[in-house]
């Protein structure tokens, strides 16, 4: 099993140009093996969770994937693409208020830019 979770960090890391110890697949936050898990970090991905499940999951996928299009043609940068994703802007400004969820509204990723 870390054997394929590490393949997918490798990939999520391609993708985005970033080397993280957490990514978010729907529901499913996946740690990379063997790292402390950094409070701020964790909080991020729990918000990336309820992005996921107001947008029905399936909603999440096809607006990051056309929102990464998108960012990539602006940018022509993986990392500026990715840290400018509307999932992402919301999660970055909001990761280090651990109590974000308890108040977030609904679609706040919609208001994030």
Same mark, same amino acid.
């Given at each position: 099993m870390d054997y394929i979770k590490e393949k997918m960090f490798q990939f999520f890391s391609f993708v985005t140009n970033t080397d993280s110890e957490m990514y978010? #697949? &729907?529901?499913v936050i996946i740690i990379r093996p063997g790292r402390r898990i950094i409070q701020s970090k964790l909080n991020h991905e729990k #918000?990336?969770?309820?992005? /996921? *499940?107001?947008t029905l999951y399936? @909603? @999440?996928? #096809? #607006?990051? &994937?056309f929102d990464y299009i998108v960012k990539i043609i602006y /940018? =022509?940068?993986r990392e500026k693409a990715y840290r400018n994703l509307l999932f992402e802007k919301e999660a970055y400004r909001h990761q280090y208020e651990l109590n974000y969820l308890d108040r =977030? *509204?609904? &679609?706040a990723w919609l208001k994030s830019e």
């Open positions: 978010t #697949i &729907f529901n #918000i990336h969770v309820a992005q /996921y *499940k107001e399936i @909603g @999440g996928c #096809i #607006i990051l &994937f /940018y =022509r940068d =977030r *509204k609904c &679609f």
